[in-house]
Every structure is written in C-alpha cells, then in structure tokens.
C-alpha cells in the first residue's frame, strides 16, 4: 500500500489522518486538543501519529503541517508563538526516526495554499495566489504547479510587505504591512482609533473588539464600520496588486475568517485592485475566489506534500 | 549539430549569434543597428538572423529576446515602446515559419536575469532575483532553475510594486512605484524638484539631468546630490525587502547603469534592506552582487531560453 499519513498541528488541535492514493475521504482520522501551552506537545503528537498510524511497511511519507516560522529544508520549526516549547525543534528528524518513514513539513499557509491548488478552488490552475485573512494575513503560492518555498523556505509571506512606510504598526513589529491595513485585529484598531477620535458609530470603543462585530455593525449600515472594511480591502488591493506583478497567478484565492466578510471586503478590494494593477492584462482571465476547502485544509496539504515529495523518488513499477 | 541561434533586439541595435552547447564564444555573432523608429523592422530582423544562419538542419531553436510587453506563451510583442511598428507583432510564428525551426521568446529583463543564473554572477544559485536599473526597473526571477513567467507572462515586473500610494507618479502613470523612486530619472527628478525648493547644490535646475551627473556632484561632495541617491537607495531597499518577504532568493544581482554608481545606491540599500528585512534569516547566507554580464546579457539570456526549452523536447539518444 501506498498511504500517505497527514499531520496538522495548531494551537488548539492535533489532526492526523491516513489517506490513500486517489481516495479524498482518510481511512482514519483523528483529532486531538494540543494544549500547546502545556509541556508534552511532542509526545502527545507522536501518540496522535500512532492512533491511525497503518504500520510502516504501509506509509510512503508523512506530511507535516505546522504554523511557522519554520525551515521546510531542514525540517526544524524554528519558534512559532502557538507551541512555545517549539524552539528550533527538529521535528522532522524525530518523527522520521520514530517512525521510520520520510516526513515533509512545512507551514500551514503554504500548505493551505497547496491543498487548494490540487483539491479545492485551485483545482486545473497552475499558478495560484493563496492568501488567508484572519487575526494575520498569510498565504501559499503555487508557480508552475510547485509550491514556493525560497531558499530559506520563507517565501509567500503575503502579509508582510510594505505598502505604505508610514502605515500602521504590524504585530512583527514592522511598519505599513498589508497585514497591519487589513486583517481582523487591524480592522478592530481602526474602529477604535476613529472612535477616540470622535467618530460616531453604533460600535463602542473597546480594545477587544473584533472584526466579526464590526461586521455585524456595517450589515446594520453602520458608516464607520462599513468605511473599516472598505480601508481594509482598498490597501488589500493595493498588495495583491503587487504580488500580480511579481508572481501573475491565474487564480487568487482568499481563506480565513475575515474572508468571510464577503462584499463588504471584496468589492472595496476589487474596485482597488482594478484601480492599482499595473496593466489590465493581469486580470484578464483572472479567477478571484474564496478557499473551498474548510478545516481540514492543513491536513490535505500535508498529504499534497507528502505525496509531490514521494513522486519525485517513487521506484518505476 | 544542436546549434542554437540567439536573437537579442532592442531600440538601439539588433544582435544575432550562434552558439554550440557548452561554449560561451558564439562561433557567429552580427550587430546592426535597429532603426526601431524606422519601417522595416521586422525585415532587418531576418537580414540580421540570416547573416549567422548556420542552416535548418544544425539548429534546434531560436531563442528571442526583446523589450516588453511580450506574451512569451503565445510568442507575441504586445506593444514596445522601443519599437513602434510591433503591436500584437506574432513574432514567434513569423520567424518559426520562415526558418523552420522552433522559437522562444521572452523579455530583455527576465532573459538578462536568466543569462546571470545561468552565465553570469548567479551560477550555482537556484533562486535568484535579478533587477535592472537605468531608466526603468525590470527584472527576471528564477525560481528553482526556473524562469518565473506567469500565466499571462507578465510575471517579475519588480519596477511596478506600489511602497508608497502617495509617492512620485511612475512612468507608467500609477503613484508610488519602486520605479518612482530608484531609477534614473526619478533620482534626477528629485534634484530638481529639491533645486525648485530652494535646496543649494553645485547642480543646476536642468530637466535633461542625468542620474550620471547626480552621480558624479555625489563624488564631489555634493550634498543634495548624495541625498538623492540616499532616498533612492532607502526605497529600493523596502522594495527588495517585499520581494524577499514573497521570493526568497539567494542571489540578488543588480544591473543597469544605476547601479554603477556603486556606494551611493548600495550603502543606503543594505542598510534599508536591513531595516526594512521581514526577519533577518532572510539576509542569512544572501549574496547581493552586480551583474557580470555585459551588453550580451540578452544574447546569452536568449540561448539560455532556448537551451531550456530544448531539453524539454529533446529526443533521447
């Protein structure tokens, strides 16, 4: 047999899943809380492994899912925020040599990115635009029908570009990134500024305020709310403007809560996209669409890189 | 024979050269000039292929480079500036037909970039960003020993990425692009705009300044004219930066006559590129580096293109 084991950890869960070849429905699945806070992720993940784990005569590879930063070269997650425990950790070395199989990691935008490319809303494309918009704005592409890993696996970093040096403070730290202009936390924020600066709205200042409820505020016809997100997709477009030019996808597409947002997002965005793309031909035939896959995206990426790592040394029949 | 033909046409002049595999001296090489402005373009073109033209039966391709916007999948010149008689020129099927062999085209930028991956300061990298300063900014990426096209084949437009939505009108009539701010003439416009204001300078109000004489005041001490490649190289430096955030290369090469200004450009750059860098791993083990290949950038970039594209087809022995 030729099954690909499936691993996607987060902070709140554990997934592992057995897939076979051609087969989109795992034979096993198996969700577990990662408690990432707590001591042990790593031993909780092996017994996560375990329970659907076929024998190792069964497995061509595990793929493996992770947030970042990580080096998908080396196999090392290098210090991701959501598992503190996790600092330069091998984890691609251990699991390899537990369980005695190659193992591929890398994160899980590009991995999102990745199984949107071969089983969701990027299915036929060849160059794909992936980009997620939540509490951060990350995201995966796909050029030639190979994912984008940079020499340091530290491509598509979609949120973190500067569009604008004076903008607002990013959560990196840095200043003006796409992400600092239109992710949920940022679309929070400048509610909140606009209302200390004495902006009438329904919405009342708050610090934990989320886009969610500023939605909500800009579907009952709230101004301020609906010129939040409208701000947000107008520098939205701005960046993605950009990436067309650098990279020219035929197809984007947007995951992530705050994609959820629909219009009151994407047509600010589209009327800026327009606006700002360097030439109308990059939109020509260009697919603009939202992720079809939903939770279990990272694991299905996952199993997308196992099985692209595989065919590369499959042994000819 | 596998000989290759590489055909490298720009306002200025039309080169052709022949080309064995594994030799960099062409065994035939013709320059004449384009007269690009002139009818008949197309005419000297074939002139020019025919003066090297080894016959039908030792070539295995033509490899083609020209100035943008091109189609390099459909094989047509959209519209060049630099060649007024081109519009939805379908130069590959001409040239296919008369010399009946087959024909890859692509821009002087991305084949100038793929000429320094393969021949030039880029051997031995697999991920390289390429950018040409002078008049413009354009650029070739290479990704995994692949030239980055796009699905439209606009793809490395590394000139036309907005930093500043507010900044200096570009060229091509949108705000704040690179291009706006680190090309040659946008380091020209800055004296003057900074003459206009009252700024005192050694140089003089001129609308034909040139970057070069920027460059040489600069030499002599000249206050204003070494802020202006300050601010050139500030900018350039946030552009990079958001190119390494997407690309992550190894090598970045700079070429065009810009970047012979050297120190003035480069100090300024780095320590931009330091600042405004997403995560210093990026900047781990990155080579930034001049271009090494001369005029012939194009000529080599074609043969490359073409040498590709052959071993594609290649029938096995």
Known sequence: MNLVVAVDIGGTQIRTAVYEPNDSTPLKLQRVESQALKPGVYERLVKTIEAVWPGREQVTAIGFSSPGPLDPHRGIILATPNIPEWKDFPVRAKLSEHFGVPVHIDNDANLAGLAEWKYGAGRGHHNVLYLTISTGIG??????????????????????????????????????????????????????????????????ADPNLSARQVADAALQGDALAIAAFARAGEYLGIGVANYLAILDPSIIIFGGGVSRAGDLLFKPFEESLRKNILHPRYLED????????????????????????????????
Request: hydrophobic share 40%.
């Open 139 to 204: 995201g995966g592409v796909i050029i030639e029908d190979r994912l984008l890993q940079g020499y340091h696996g530290l491509a598509a970093e979609v949120g973190h570009t500067i569009i604008d040096p004076d903008g607002p403070l990013c959560g990196c730290g840095h200043r003006g990134h796409v992400e600092s202009f239109s992710s949920g936390p940022a679309i929070a924020r400048y509610v909140n500024e606009q209302l200390a600066a004495g902006v009438k709205s329904t919405l009342q």
């Open 286 to 317: 260009l697919v603009i669409t939202r992720a079809a896959l939903g939770d279990d995206a990272g694991l299905l990426g996952a199993r997308a890189l196992a099985e692209l790592r595989t065919e590369g040394v499959k042994i000819p029949p």
